[in-house]
């Protein structure tokens, strides 16, 4: 059966966790992929040796490793997100913004056509207690406005996924609850918010939207499409 995206998506933070969900479902649509990470090691260790020829090794805090990574590619998807935890790492306006803004404006100058953004719940509210952190929800809004700028013009398509706390769980097993204007609160299983960022590839609804994720509720109810939570978009 023909992928309803045809063409090539690049996965920037692809052996992140959320990373390591949307190459499984791209892998399941049959969509062809590359993977932008920084270790080939960890994505062979989680892939498997069949992918070395996806792999572009390379760091968003680099242009030029950006402009090579984005060449010939008609889709991104961009899982990248600071380590507020860990002090040795880059700081969220290192990655969360700088590096969102630099990989989006490499891949509009390459002619890729498509870009989906993960963020975060609540980065319009700079009062909540996450902004602690290097103010990464800042960071992150200020990475999401770029997008809709960059991507915002005539010919390009761009969605920007703002889900709620990330648990480390497949997709299908719960109603989802789609909304905009940063209103809700909730959690997410990373599978879920990988299934919807693959599918507003192609989606009507997704495009050109900003919008949250998170479950309906904790009860397990098994779902064969997400497509109809778009819907209410």
Known sequence: MKPPFNGTVLVAGATGRTGQHIVRRLQAHGIDFRLFVQ???KAVELFGPEIVDKIVIGSVLSEEEIEAAVRNMDAVICAIGGNVMNPEAPPPSAIDRDGVIRLATAAKAAGVGSFVLISSLAVTHPEHPLNK????????LAGEDAIRKLYGETGFR??????GGLLDGPAFRHELRFDTG?????????????????????HPKAKNKTFELIKAGDDEVAQTSLERFFEGL
């Open 158 to 163: 761009h969605t920007i996924l703002r889900p």
């Open 39 to 41: 270790s080939g090691v």
């Open 182 to 202: 940063d209103k809700i609160s909730g959690s997410i299983d990373r599978g879920d918010v990988a299934e919807t960022a693959v599918i507003s590839l192609w």
């Open 133 to 140: 952190y290097g103010r990464v929800l800042d960071m992150k």
